[in-house]
């Protein structure tokens, strides 16, 4: 089930967020701890779906400062009214449960709570044993996720548990485990009615829910894919392997890992068997050793953007190479082709790892520059290629120019890696950046008259190849593409 909370300060406002939420929520959560005076006996009278009455206090992340009386006396007057959830913490429970609960009928659920805001203790099952005591009909156990493994651990305690359960984590490293609710066993999941309405850190909105994550398709044989990174919050990888999932009907969700640690997310992530990864920034390289298996072109380039699960071996494959280079190659004619062609590339990541090995293949007369020099030096010396520092004079006298670094990426777009005055009008610039669309030096180089391609068209090829390395299906490069320009265009890229 879904849950909306109603963060509303005021019962008007609460009222008629409940009757938004209640079109496209299963149950409704009214936090009124949020609002000064709750009428709860005309905010429940008139409710379309089920509702959790919710008096949090300040000491478990609400907002009720008052008297502890007072404020079990509200949850008290839920029950009386018939709500169809109270929920009460673990260290106030005794005051509902020795009242007989005050519904003598039973129609109220008492779900007791315990709220972490500063990590996930390595003691759960303790915590759950003594949550079961109370004797309520529901356990909710929510903590902090200060890594990605945390949500690990939420998924065993799941796994365990005897009774309903509702259980996940919070802030960004939590954000896996209230996606995948349904494949974990939790009770239910939250999701904010809107944004700016979200009643806990790491909540996503309803929306997101619905439309990116097709949430209400999930199910406990739902194959799981997902981006290991850091950041991974602007990657329009989600929407775009969802919607082709979608598209094929293929029981199967993308998820964004926020990744600190690669070796301690491989081995901790085997528990939960999932199918592939895409591997972006800064992962590409260290990943390596962690995996079962290297293709030929991964391990000749020392980078991969992609991890296949094959019965529990770990296969990593670069579908960098191949992209770049198409998509380079759809800008210049058969006559201007890569190869004998002075192509200066900048950076010495993954990408450029990629890339360098990709032009390395068609014969072209590559000089890597990075900021550190150093880094530039060993892929050069790798890749059988020339290296320059970045304020060489004639590091830039080349008729290829590729960016492969975050340089000009969002938010930060007006930065480039390259002064506009070191640019001709006779280069092909490259710039392997997809969000924003066009960057800032490639905006540069169109003003100078270059042909110039932009990082959308390496994602398309490369996402496409990921997704038949995972299915064996061909994806629609079209539909790919219209996905990312509207994700794009939505986040102001």
Request: net charge neutral.
């Amino acid at each position: 089930m879904i849950c909306i909370p109603i963060t509303a300060n005021n019962a008007e406002d609460a009222r008629c967020d409940m009757e938004a939420a209640s079109k496209v929520a299963d149950v409704i959560e009214l936090r009124i701890d949020y609002i000064k005076n709750p009428d709860l006996e005309r905010l429940l009278a008139n409710r379309t779906k089920p509702v959790i009455v919710t008096n949090r206090p300040v000491r478990e992340g609400g907002r009720y400062e008052g008297n502890e009386d007072e404020r079990v006396a509200h949850l008290k007057q839920a029950i009386e009214n018939h709500a169809d959830y109270v929920d009460i913490e673990h260290d106030s429970i005794h005051r509902i449960m020795s009242a007989g609960r005050g519904d003598s009928k039973g129609r109220t659920k008492i779900i007791v709570s315990y709220h972490n805001f500063r990590e996930t203790p390595g003691d759960l099952m303790n915590i759950y044993q003594n949550l079961c005591r109370s004797e309520a009909n529901i356990v909710k156990i929510v903590t902090q996720a200060n890594t990605i493994t945390d949500n690990i651990r939420i998924y065993q305690l799941l796994r365990n548990a005897p009774k309903p359960t509702i259980s996940f984590c919070m802030g960004e490293y939590g954000i896996v485990s209230r996606i995948l609710y349904r494949r974990f066993g939790s009770y239910l999941t939250f999701a904010s009615l809107r944004a700016g309405k979200e009643s806990a850190p790491g909540q996503i909105c309803i929306q997101e829910l619905l439309n990116t994550y097709r949430i209400l398709k999930q199910d406990k044989h739902t194959s799981i894919y997902g981006l290991i990174g850091n950041p991974v919050s602007h990657s329009i990888g989600p929407a775009i392997h969802n919607t082709l999932f979608r598209e094929m009907d293929l029981n199967c969700i993308y998820v964004p890992f926020k990744v600190d640690n690669i070796a301690d997310f491989i081995d901790t992530f085997k528990s939960l068997d999932v199918k592939g990864y895409s591997v972006t920034i800064p992962h590409k390289e260290a990943v390596i050793k962690h995996l079962d298996v290297l293709e030929p072109m991964a391990e000749k380039i020392g980078a991969v953007n992609t991890i296949v699960n094959r019965e529990g071996e770990l296969i990593g494959f670069n579908t960098d190479c191949n992209a770049a280079v198409r998509a380079l190659e759809s800008v210049v004619t058969p006559e201007e082709a890569v190869k004998g062609k002075k192509v200066t590339l900048i950076g010495a990541g993954g990408a450029a790892r990629a890339i360098a090995f990709g032009l390395k293949e068609r014969q072209a007369s590559v000089t890597i520059i990075n900021r550190n020099h150093e880094r530039a030096q060993a892929l050069a010396g790798e890749v059988g290629c020339l290296s320059m520092k970045y304020d060489y004079p004639r590091a830039f006298e080349t008729n290829i120019l590729i960016n492969a670094t975050p340089v000009g990426m969002f938010p930060h777009v007006n930065e480039t890696p390259v002064a506009k005055d070191k640019l001709r009008s006779d280069m092909v610039v490259f710039d392997t950046i997809y969000n924003p669309l066009e960057t800032r030096l490639m905006r540069d180089a169109r003003s100078l008259g270059c042909k110039v391609v932009g990082g959308l068209s390496m994602f398309i090829y490369q996402a496409a190849a990921q997704f038949e390395l995972w299915t064996n299906r061909q994806p629609s490069l079209e539909l790919i593409e219209k996905i990312a320009i509207e994700r794009l265009s939505q986040k102001g890229g």
